[in-house]
């Protein structure tokens, strides 16, 4: 990455805009060291969602900036994730799974105003069963949501917004403020 000083602004002010935004307490953001080579310039968010306490999902969201632009992208910013998540035992099976998973990230987008072109990425499902002596566990199924897009404006916090809400559909949160059937918390 080119020097502190050498900082295109806008790149400084995308990179402000994800640092600004807050996600809903379920869901905590670390800065983590960006990948080097894809991009000029590189910022990098992880992120853990807790359920009742227990890790269920965790993703990466990077922020690339090329100056010059870049045709593939049909801009001079992208936003890359990789998002993963264990799956409850009816979802693992469902054959729809992979399309609604699509939507929670298109729809999260969309529903916090993120503009975006050039959306792309792939859903994958997987299940894993152990034997021999590394048997034990129930055979555990995860989700994997990998994507990218470009953001068409310039509010780059309603990209992490939706993205968190992203995280949240894919961790099977309930929308904030609503208390999942058997959560002892009280509401109100």
Known sequence: MASPSAVPPAFARAVDALRAAAPRPEILLEEIAAPQKLAPYAFAI??????????????????????????????????VTLVTAELEDDLAGDPMLSAVAWTWLTDALDQHAAAYTAIGGTITQTTSTRFGELAGPAPTADLEVRASWTPTGDDLAAHLRGWCAMLASTAGLPPPGVAALGDRQRVG
């Open 46 to 79: 992880s992120a853990t969602v807790l359920r009742s306490g227990d890790e269920v999902a965790g993703g990466r969201l990077i922020l690339l900036h090329d100056p010059a632009g870049h045709e593939a992208w049909q801009g001079n910013i992208r936003l």
